[in-house]
């Protein structure tokens, strides 16, 4: 395949430029060409001289922290500390600690202002952003991570090795939701270096994200070949439940948990199971489940915000209102934002949901003027709560790109029904239900569909589908989804009209007894075929009878 160039292709987002907040060191690094700097080191030199151990190329489960792998230290390896600890979880593609990944963070800024030309610690340092960004929810980060990533490459090309710059760009991209230009740089890796392990999370969010499933099992796949432990199992637990495969996904994130070491780790894993819980529609387990992670790691903001969704289901809305806000305290994620937003609504609390809602529309334009694709978020929420026609115009613009997830397919389709286009949403709806995945909140929007299309039976299996699978999915649709069953009403007995069999015919009215006598002899053969030649006449009152217990045939609509 031709390989990509050295910037990211149609990358899009903010220029080439430092924030004003980051660190003075690099904002303006001697010159790699001044005579007071030796030249650009060779690969091996640069593998051998990493101050600190920079360790081999890893991701994190959340995002990428990637390196080069040390084969010669000169130097001894860090002191235990957080720097120590975070290339420690990296080495292993595991999460690390915040408070270590800031240490990172730092320990990185502060060796490139002196060291401008080590291109594998601008590779670290740029993942790093992206991973902080993630876990932030704050985009400024992007931008710092894409002129430290685009840095490394200045100093040497991904042609002459530096693919953990370009597996970092494949992070950025997709942190950004921009999954086209992600499959790029991390395919242009595969093509170069088939096993190199660390390009295959990328690659899984890149074709998940553009609806690519087969594409993504097979990354997966890969992945766990390459390096089997608690992030394969993690991304092997994630696919089983996207197919709906619950036992499955169920038996391997318990077994990524009981495998976790980490506190950061552990963490994951345990919110993994909480995550599982919910979906399944046992708040009383997924509260247990997240607050075990929350033991473990403190301010752990996934587990945050998904213990607040269970304890609204469970009617503790005071303490899902606490944690909503704990969670937006550490990161302000557009879904935390909206769901607070409508739990809000659900209580009356008009005002507060309102307030809600506008800090999400603030932080959804903080995100698109850094280069963040906020399409599907606020296609979602235009959709349920502002301008449903610009929700389909956003959303169809993503389709368009090629962003096919079944979270896309399903907010186009609800985004359409919500503008009156119902039938144009079914094909959409029906692409989310079909993706295999147990979806209540897709089985909803489907169902509501179809009962706006007259499709009354679908709609019916599709709403007590989608309660069945969790009686509270959302504090607004699901009450919306019992009113919706409630409407449509029993299904009559037997089932739908044009499914039963006509009613048989009045059977003959009895005839009068007749006279003993002799029983009637069976007519010759001879005698017999003459009265099959006889010309139409009245039937006898037997054939009659007979043909009146017999069934009718079934209508064309029974045999479909």
Same mark, same amino acid.
């Given at each position: 395949?031709?390989?990509?160039?050295?910037?990211? @292709?149609?990358?899009?987002?903010?220029?080439?430029?430092?924030?004003?907040?980051?660190?003075?060191?690099?904002?303006?690094?001697?010159?790699?060409?001044?005579?007071?700097?030796? @030249?650009?080191?060779?690969? $091996?030199?640069?593998?051998?001289?990493?101050?600190?151990?920079?360790?081999?190329?890893?991701?994190?489960?959340?995002?990428?922290?990637?390196?080069?792998?040390?084969?010669?230290?000169?130097?001894?390896?860090?002191?235990?500390?957080?720097?120590?600890?975070?290339?420690?979880?990296?080495?292993?593609?595991?999460?690390?600690?915040?408070?270590?990944?800031?240490?990172?963070?730092?320990?990185?800024?502060?060796?490139?202002?002196?060291?401008?030309?080590?291109?594998?610690?601008?590779?670290?340092?740029?993942?790093?952003?992206?991973?902080?960004?993630?876990?932030?929810?704050?985009?400024?980060?992007?931008?710092?991570?894409?002129?430290?990533?685009? !840095?490394?490459?200045?100093? $040497?090309?991904?042609?002459?090795?530096?693919?953990?710059?370009?597996?970092?760009?494949?992070?950025?991209?997709?942190?950004?939701?921009?999954?086209?230009?992600?499959?790029?740089?991390?395919?242009?890796?595969?093509?170069?270096?088939?096993?190199?392990?660390?390009?295959?999370?990328?690659?899984?969010?890149?074709?998940?994200?553009?609806?690519?499933?087969?594409?993504?099992?097979?990354?997966?796949?890969?992945?766990?070949?390459?390096?089997?432990?608690?992030?394969? *199992?993690?991304?092997?637990?994630?696919?089983?439940?996207?197919?709906?495969? !619950?036992?499955?996904?169920?038996?391997?994130?318990?077994?990524?948990?009981?495998?976790?070491?980490?506190?950061?780790?552990?963490?994951?894993?345990?919110?993994?199971?909480?995550?599982?819980?919910?979906? !399944?529609?046992?708040?009383?387990?997924?509260?247990?489940?997240?607050?075990?992670?929350?033991?473990?790691?403190?301010?752990?903001?996934?587990?945050?915000?998904?213990?607040?969704?269970?304890?609204?289901?469970?009617? !503790?809305?005071?303490?899902?209102?606490?944690?909503?806000?704990?969670?937006?305290?550490?990161?302000?994620?557009?879904?935390?934002?909206?769901?607070?937003?409508?739990?809000?609504?659900?209580?009356?609390?008009?005002?507060?949901?309102?307030?809600?809602?506008?800090?999400?529309?603030?932080?959804?334009?903080?995100?698109?003027?850094?280069?963040?694709?906020?399409?599907?978020?606020?296609?979602?929420?235009?959709?349920?709560?502002?301008?449903?026609?610009?929700?389909?115009?956003?959303?169809?613009?993503?389709?368009?790109?090629?962003?096919?997830?079944?979270?896309?397919?399903?907010?186009?389709?609800?985004?359409?029904?919500?503008?009156?286009?119902?039938?144009?949403? *079914?094909?959409?709806?029906?692409?989310?239900?079909?993706?295999?995945?147990?979806?209540?909140?897709?089985?909803?929007?489907?169902?509501?569909?179809?009962?706006? *299309?007259?499709?009354?039976?679908?709609?019916?299996?599709?709403?007590?589908?989608? *309660?069945?699978?969790?009686?509270?999915?959302?504090?607004?649709?699901?009450?919306?989804?019992?009113?919706?069953?409630?409407?449509?009403?029993?299904?009559?007995?037997?089932?739908?009209?044009?499914?039963?069999?006509?009613?048989?015919?009045?059977?003959?009215?009895?005839?009068?007894?007749?006279?003993?006598?002799?029983?009637?002899?069976?007519?010759?053969?001879?005698?017999?075929?003459?009265?099959?030649?006889?010309?139409?006449?009245?039937?006898?009152?037997?054939?009659?009878?007979?043909?009146?217990?017999? @069934?009718?045939?079934?209508?064309?609509?029974?045999?479909?």
């Amino acid at each position: 395949m031709d390989l990509t160039p050295q910037q990211p @292709p149609g990358a899009s987002g903010p220029e080439y430029s430092f924030d004003t907040d980051w660190p003075a060191p690099d904002a303006s690094p001697p010159d790699p060409a001044s005579p007071a700097e030796p @030249p650009p080191p060779t690969m $091996r030199t640069t593998l051998r001289r990493a101050a600190f151990g920079i360790v081999a190329g890893a991701v994190l489960v959340t995002g990428a922290v990637v390196a080069v792998p040390d084969d010669e230290k000169d130097a001894p390896p860090p002191a235990s500390g957080p720097v120590s600890r975070a290339m420690s979880a990296t080495a292993a593609g595991s999460p690390a600690a915040l408070a270590d990944l800031t240490a990172l963070i730092g320990d990185r800024q502060k060796w490139v202002g002196t060291h401008p030309s080590d291109a594998d610690s601008w590779a670290v340092l740029g993942s790093a952003y992206v991973e902080a960004g993630r876990r932030a929810a704050d985009p400024a980060y992007y931008t710092r991570a894409e002129r430290a990533l685009k !840095r490394s490459l200045d100093v $040497r090309p991904g042609e002459s090795g530096n693919t953990a710059a370009w597996v970092g760009l494949a992070s950025l991209a997709n942190a950004r939701r921009d999954f086209v230009t992600a499959k790029k740089w991390g395919e242009t890796v595969r093509a170069r270096r088939p096993k190199e392990w660390t390009v295959y999370p990328q690659l899984i969010d890149a074709y998940n994200g553009l609806g690519d499933q087969k594409s993504a099992i097979t990354a997966v796949e890969r992945f766990t070949e390459l390096r089997a432990g608690v992030p394969a *199992l993690g991304r092997a637990a994630e696919m089983y439940r996207d197919r709906g495969w !619950r036992e499955d996904a169920l038996a391997t994130a318990q077994d990524a948990a009981n495998r976790a070491k980490t506190p950061a780790e552990k963490a994951a894993c345990l919110a993994r199971l909480g995550d599982l819980a919910w979906e !399944r529609g046992e708040p009383k387990e997924a509260v247990a489940q997240y607050g075990a992670a929350l033991r473990v790691e403190r301010g752990h903001h996934p587990s945050l915000a998904g213990r607040a969704r269970a304890l609204a289901a469970l009617g !503790r809305t005071d303490e899902a209102v606490r944690d909503y806000q704990a969670a937006l305290a550490k990161s302000p994620r557009p879904a935390y934002l909206l769901e607070l937003g409508e739990l809000y609504e659900s209580l009356g609390l008009d005002g507060d949901s309102v307030g809600q809602y506008e800090k999400l529309r603030a932080a959804l334009d903080r995100g698109r003027a850094r280069g963040v694709d906020e399409s599907l978020p606020l296609g979602r929420f235009e959709a349920a709560h502002g301008d449903a026609d610009a929700a389909v115009e956003l959303l169809r613009a993503e389709w368009k790109r090629g962003h096919r997830s079944p979270a896309v397919a399903d907010a186009l389709g609800w985004a359409l029904h919500r503008s009156g286009d119902s039938e144009g949403a *079914l094909e959409y709806a029906q692409r989310a239900v079909d993706s295999g995945g147990q979806n209540a909140s897709y089985a909803y929007h489907l169902g509501m569909v179809q009962r706006a *299309l007259g499709d009354y039976g679908p709609a019916r299996r599709q709403l007590e589908g989608a *309660l069945r699978t969790n009686p509270k999915f959302s504090p607004l649709d699901a009450p919306a989804a019992r009113e919706a069953l409630d409407d449509l009403g029993e299904p009559p007995a037997g089932g739908p009209a044009d499914m039963q069999p006509p009613p048989a015919p009045e059977p003959p009215s009895p005839q009068a007894p007749a006279p003993q006598g002799p029983a009637p002899q069976a007519p010759e053969p001879q005698q017999q075929q003459q009265q099959q030649q006889q010309p139409d006449g009245p039937a006898p009152a037997a054939a009659v009878a007979r043909a009146a217990v017999q @069934p009718s045939p079934a209508p064309a609509a029974a045999v479909r």
